[in-house]
Structures are given as C-alpha cells and as structure tokens.
C-alpha cells in the first residue's frame, strides 16, 4: 500500500492554456473523490467515481473542468483555458467500499496549480 | 443543505494544555461527522469520525471528539497538547443519504507553543 499518488506536484502554466492532472489511489480502492482546495478554505468537493462511473458533480464544476476514471483505476482531471481563479491545490482521495456510507478517504499530497 | 463552521481560523495553545477546536454542523438529516488533519505539504489524514455509533468519539494521536444533537456540535479535544499536534485541523460533514459529497469547514490552525 504506497497511498494515494498525485502528478504533476506543482504546475505552473499561463491562461487559456489546458493543463491535467492524475491521480493513482490505493490499489482495491473503488471509491474516488476530487477537491479543490484554496488558500484559507477547506477542500471543496469537485466529483466523485465509482470505479469508473462518475456519480455526482459539483454544481460548481464549470464546463471547462472534466474528469475521467477510465478501467476503474487511475483518474484525470482536466481543465480547459485555465484562468487565473483556477489557481487552487487539486486533492485526490480513495476509499473502499464496504464500510457503510463513512468510510475512510486517503488523500494523496495534491498539485498544485499556478494560473499566470 | 449541509454546512460546517469553525469557529477560530487560528488557535494557539501551550504545550500541555487542553486543545479544543470547535464544529458546528448544519444538517436536514442526521450526518456522518469527521475531523482531518492537514500537515505543510500533505493531503488530509482522518483523525476521528461519528457514525452514529457513540457520541463520545476516540480517534488518533490522542484526539476525540463529542457529538452533541442538541447543540449541532462536534467539538475536536485533546487533553494536552504537543508540538507536533501543529497543524490545520477541517471538520466535515456528509448526508446519510442522497449525495457522496463532503462538505469541509474552513479550517482552522493550531499553533502549539513551548
């Protein structure tokens, strides 16, 4: 179990560009979330999968924003003609089903985007 | 709609002193309650969470925490504080039905001084 893994870290890009981030959870974990996390706020929930079904979505997801969870295993999320109000640390959390509807989320360490 | 307050956006204590950090939920429906801990450079690791079980909750590193409905609160203790409990501390909520979403508090940092 090496936990839940982010790439890229850190990403600095210029607005307008398309940038995308991955996500590995734990290996048995079905259950994926993404966050956005800005400075002075708590993590706010972006979308949550399944395996690979995406279940719900933040009514706040605008329509630049797009995940995938292709096979069930790793995700992506994606943004389109980034701004500068992207500007934000991007988590990633896993757990597994089974454990009722509170089970535990493993957060990996985030990236962290930089919109110029 | 669910929310979470916190009450402090910083608090500091003195090493061996009680920690209390405050919750306040706001919920239609009885929800799932959690505490998670944010180190510098790190994602979240859950501290503690309320099921519904017991309302006296025992979580890691010394922590718990008590669910009380008459006051909507989850207050986060911890008898006696040491340095490396320094951190940012989210309290989240989650329905009990109808929706996968937590909703996380704003947070609020602990400082532990000697």
């Known amino acids: 179990d090496t936990g839940v893994s982010q790439d890229p870290r850190h990403k600095i890009t210029k607005r307008g560009q398309n940038v995308t981030f991955r996500c590995d959870p734990i290996?048995?974990?079905?259950?994926l979330y993404w966050y956005r996390q800005t400075l002075g706020q708590g993590p706010e929930f972006l979308t949550y999968?399944?395996?690979?079904?995406?279940?719900?979505k933040s009514r706040l997801l605008s329509d630049r924003f797009s995940a995938e969870r292709p096979k069930g295993s790793f995700s992506t999320l994606e943004i389109q003609r980034t701004e500068q109000g992207d500007s934000a640390m991007y988590l990633c959390?896993?757990?597994?089903?089974?454990?009722?509807?509170?089970?535990?989320?493993?957060f990996g360490p985030g990236t962290r985007l930089l919109v110029l | 709609a669910q929310s979470v307050t916190q009450l402090g956006s910083h608090v500091s204590v003195s090493e061996g002193a009680l920690v209390l950090l405050r919750c306040n939920y706001s919920s239609s429906v009885p929800p799932y309650l959690f505490w998670y801990v944010q180190y510098p450079n790190q994602g979240l690791q859950l501290l503690l969470k309320?099921?519904?079980?017991?309302?006296l909750v025992k979580g890691i590193n010394g922590f718990e925490a008590e669910f009380k409905k008459s006051e909507t609160s989850f207050h986060l203790t911890k008898p006696s504080a040491h340095m490396s409990d320094a951190a940012e501390y989210f309290c989240?909520?989650?329905?009990?039905?109808?929706?996968?979403?937590?909703?996380f508090g704003t947070g609020t940092r602990l400082k532990v001084l000697a």
């Open positions: 989240a909520v989650k329905s009990t039905s109808g929706t996968y979403k937590y909703i």
């Open positions: 309320y099921t519904s079980a017991a309302t």
């Open positions: 959390a896993s757990s597994l089903n089974g454990a009722g509807e509170a089970e535990t989320q493993y």
């Open positions: 290996s048995e974990h079905n259950r």
């Open positions: 999968f399944q395996n690979e079904a995406q279940l719900e």
